[in-house]
Every structure is written in structure tokens, then in C-alpha cells.
């Protein structure tokens, strides 16, 4: 610790916003697909969330963002039926759990040196 503070970790809003921005389109695409399925407040409400989120300076499309454009995030849980697509799926989502957050708070150099 430097100063309380952790000298080694790494910024990952820029991976954590490309990786959202991905989820994001192929849902949205998935939302498109079934559009017959889904009321039009709903699509109003995704397609609103899905501009504000990809067009924001500040924040990138993390995960609590994804989740304000729930029908989308929806639309993908209800089409991964499969126990073998859910695996994947859970496999993928606890793969990147675990690899950003260790690079969130160990980082890649290890503890910093004095």
C-alpha cells in the first residue's frame, strides 16, 4: 500500500465498456428479433437506455447500466434455455468476475515495490 492506497491495480472502464457495449448490441439484436413478443414501451424504454448508455462520455456500458435496459438483458436470459448455453453463460460471467477483479485489486505487476 502506498499511502493506504494500491499502488499495482489497473483501470478496466475501457474493457468493462467494450465488453458491455458487445452484450449490449447482440441483445439488442436478440430484442429485434422478437419484437412481436414484446410491447412497444418496452422497446421505447431499451432503445432510450441503450442511446444514453453507448452515447455517455462518462460512464461506458458496465453492468449497472446493462441492467436499465432490463428487457433486453430479459429477452437474452429467456432464450438461454439450454442447461448447456447456461453453463457457458455462467461459465463466461464467473470467468470475468474472477479475472477483473483480480486485475481491479491485485493488478498484473503484483505489490508495489519500495
Same mark, same amino acid.
Given at each position: 500500500?502506498?499511502n !493506504?492506497?494500491? =499502488?499495482?491495480s &489497473? ?5 468493462? =465498456?467494450?465488453? =458491455? ?10 430484442? /429485434? %428479433?422478437?419484437?412481436?413478443?414484446? !410491447? /412497444?414501451? #418496452?422497446?421505447? /424504454? *431499451? ?7 453507448? *452515447? ?10 446493462? &441492467?436499465? #435496459?432490463?428487457?433486453?438483458?430479459? &429477452?437474452?436470459? #429467456?432464450?438461454? %434455455?439450454?442447461?448447456?448455453? /447456461?453453463?457457458?453463460?455462467?461459465? &463466461? *460471467? ?9 486485475? *481491479?485489486?491485485? =493488478?498484473? !505487476? !503484483?505489490?508495489?515495490?519500495?
Open positions: 500500500l502506498i !493506504g492506497v494500491h =499502488g499495482a &489497473i483501470d478496466l472502464n475501457l474493457i468493462a =465498456g467494450l465488453l =458491455g457495449t458487445v452484450f449490449l448490441l447482440y441483445c439488442l439484436l436478440r430484442l /429485434w %428479433r422478437d419484437r412481436h413478443l414484446i !410491447g /412497444w414501451p #418496452a422497446l421505447a /424504454w *431499451t432503445a432510450f437506455v441503450a442511446v444514453l448508455t453507448l *452515447t455517455s462520455q462518462e460512464t461506458p456500458p458496465n453492468a449497472r447500466l446493462l &441492467i436499465c #435496459a432490463f428487457p433486453a438483458v430479459m &429477452i437474452f436470459a #429467456a432464450k438461454t %434455455r439450454s442447461q448447456r448455453s /447456461w453453463n457457458i453463460t455462467m461459465a &463466461i *460471467t464467473v470467468t470475468l468476475l474472477i479475472v477483473m477483479s483480480y486485475l *481491479t485489486y491485485s =493488478g498484473p !505487476g !503484483g505489490p508495489p515495490r519500495p
